[in-house]
C-alpha cells in the first residue's frame, strides 16, 4: 500500500521537475497563458463530457453581447406587456377570471 503512493509522489516529482525546466525555457508569461488555455478546455471538456461545443465557449465580441442582451430584453419587455395588458383585456370581453388563468397557463 505504502509503495502505491510512494509511486504517485515519485511520478508527482518527476512530473514538477519536467514542469520547471519548461518553465525556466519558456519564462513565465507563456507558461501562464499556456496553462490557463489548457485549464480552460479542460474545464470545457469535463462539463461537455466528450461532446463537441467548443465553439459555445470563445470569447464573444461586444457587438455580439449587444445582440443578446438586446434579445433578451425584447423577450423580458414582451413579457411585461403581455402580463400587465392581456388580463384587463380578457376580464372587459367577458372571460371569468379562472379561464384568463388558463390562458397563462397555456403560455
Not at 367577458?94 to 390562458?103: D, H, R
Request: aromatic share 8%.
Amino acid at each position: 500500500m505504502a509503495e502505491k503512493y510512494a509511486g504517485k509522489l515519485h511520478l508527482m516529482k518527476e512530473e514538477a521537475k519536467e514542469k520547471w525546466g519548461e518553465l525556466k525555457e519558456t519564462g513565465v508569461k507563456d507558461s501562464v497563458a499556456k496553462n490557463v488555455d489548457m485549464l480552460r478546455s479542460k474545464v470545457i471538456r469535463g462539463v461537455n463530457a466528450g461532446e463537441d461545443y467548443d465553439h459555445h465557449y470563445r470569447r464573444k465580441t461586444r457587438k455580439e453581447l449587444l445582440k443578446i442582451s438586446a434579445a433578451v430584453m425584447g423577450i423580458e419587455f414582451a413579457y411585461a406587456a403581455e402580463t400587465a395588458f392581456v388580463s384587463p383585456t380578457l376580464l372587459k370581453i367577458g372571460v371569468s377570471q379562472s379561464n384568463t388563468q388558463c390562458c397563462y397557463a397555456q403560455d
